[in-house]
């Protein structure tokens, strides 16, 4: 299919019934996201589709823009006809976003990086930056492993020992890919931190919200969650027991069926 711009946009999708598209977190592809689409196969057709930077999609265009990830999300909705989106981590962010502007009636969001009061500073982004020019990429993935997940006893080691663990981690093949994209991944934190507002930014929406997050994982999804129940009048909240910021990757039962019941319309 084709966006806005021209540029060409691979889905990847499986399954039948009414269409449903995944907008994906940063430092991956839609890989991860097949266990999830395949869980929901037997329900939904589900739509995946690398955002621009990674895989099959085209180049981001400079300077990068929500407006350029909002407007790829439109076309594909367009080509699809889907209006039942699930966003995740900063692709909950841009999920959000789009829902101000394009026909999304129903967003399930999992662990969505959006910073409201503060939540999401991106303090760690310039020494994460520096790691990378210094040809360091284990020492950036440790700086922004202890920032995104506090709630890990790894984060209170040394950096030193984080490093150490990370130079393992890039050995395999989604530590790979997560450090390929890193740079990427820290503009999108950077976007994240500058829409950084009170919750009253989302004041307005009319589109049902399943905003999940996993009790396992970083602490701030809960206070987020909390912050925009007031203003997001249609939003529900769903604590996923036993799951961390990779939860919706893991694709378990306790989170699938509450999810497809969501976007099904009986939740």
Known sequence: MTARDGATIVLHSSGTGPDVVVVHGGGVTVEPYRRLAAALADRFNVHLYNRRGRADAPPRREPYTVEQEIDDLGAVLAHTGARSVIGHSSGGFFALRAARSLPIERLALYDPAVSVNGAMTGSFIPAAREAIRAGRPARALAIVGAAANPQLPASR??????????????????????????????????????????????????????????????????????????????????PVPGCGHDGINRAPSRLVEPLAAFLAGAA
Request: contains cysteine; aromatic residues 8%; charged residues 25%.
């Open 157 to 238: 080691l040394p950096l030193a020992a984080q490093t150490a663990i990370c130079r393992l981690f890039l050995r395999t093949r989604v530590g790979r890919e997560m450090g390929e994209l890193l740079d990427r991944t820290l503009d999108e934190t950077a976007m994240v931190a500058a829409h950084d507002g009170p919750p009253e930014q989302y004041a307005g929406l009319d589109t049902e919200i399943l905003f999940a997050y996993g009790q396992a994982g970083p602490p701030y999804y809960a206070t987020i969650a909390r912050d925009l129940a007031p203003v997001l009048r249609r939003m529900r909240v769903l």
